[in-house]
């Protein structure tokens, strides 16, 4: 199975600040890759599909970027209610696989 | 509106089964692919399977640590995906999430979860 490793694992930062999350792959995976954002007790929500392309209805200040084995999530200006776990997954080959996550946390 | 309401899960004893069940609607449910997505307290997301639609024979794929012992199935007369799993496991103690397989990729939709608690 694919490796997804994410860092940091956990991350401190401000509102309005700029943040980066990296998933790395074990093997080349094209750009086949998701970003999902889950608080507390809540199902997570789809952000960034195929690497960078935005779902429907998810802020501009989320992007994604990378192709084959290195890969960003993007937060631009961070607002309040981005405080959160973020995960990636990748859906080239099965089983899919996530990475173990990266906690956002208010500074 | 697109909804996903999971339901049939519970305590049960290791080695016992159990059959969640979720519920579409605001969709075509008969056109798209799902996914089960289980997540143990306080751990990380896990992938646990899919099914493929009618157009793509209803194949199924899983993760290691269920194959075998999980199945998913569907009923798209009802709307509905279910996930049989046997010969429990105490590490398989967790909320389930159904998901649905967006048009563009991506798990787009998600239930709220149900909770899975395997102990004596």
Known sequence: AIQMTQSPSSLSASVGDRVTITCRASQGIRNDLGWYQQKPGKAPKLLIYAASSLQSGVPSRFSGSGSGTDFTLTISSLQPEDFATYYCLQDYNYPQT????????IK | ?????????????????L????AASGFIFSDHYMDWVRQA??????WVGRTRNKANSYTTEYAASVQGRFTISRDDSKNS????????KTEDTA??????LGRGRGL?????GTLVTVSS
């Open chain 2, 1 to 17: 509106e697109v909804q996903l309401v999971e339901s049939g899960g519970g305590l049960v004893q290791p080695g016992g089964s």
């Open chain 2, 108 to 112: 787009d939709y998600w239930g709220q």
């Open chain 2, 81 to 88: 995906l279910f996930l049989q799993m046997n010969s429990l």
């Open chain 1, 98 to 105: 996530f990475g173990q996550g990266t906690k956002l946390e």
């Open chain 2, 95 to 100: 909320v389930y999430y159904c998901a649905r």
């Open chain 2, 19 to 22: 059959r969640l069940s979720c």
């Open chain 2, 41 to 46: 307290p306080g751990k990380g997301l896990e």
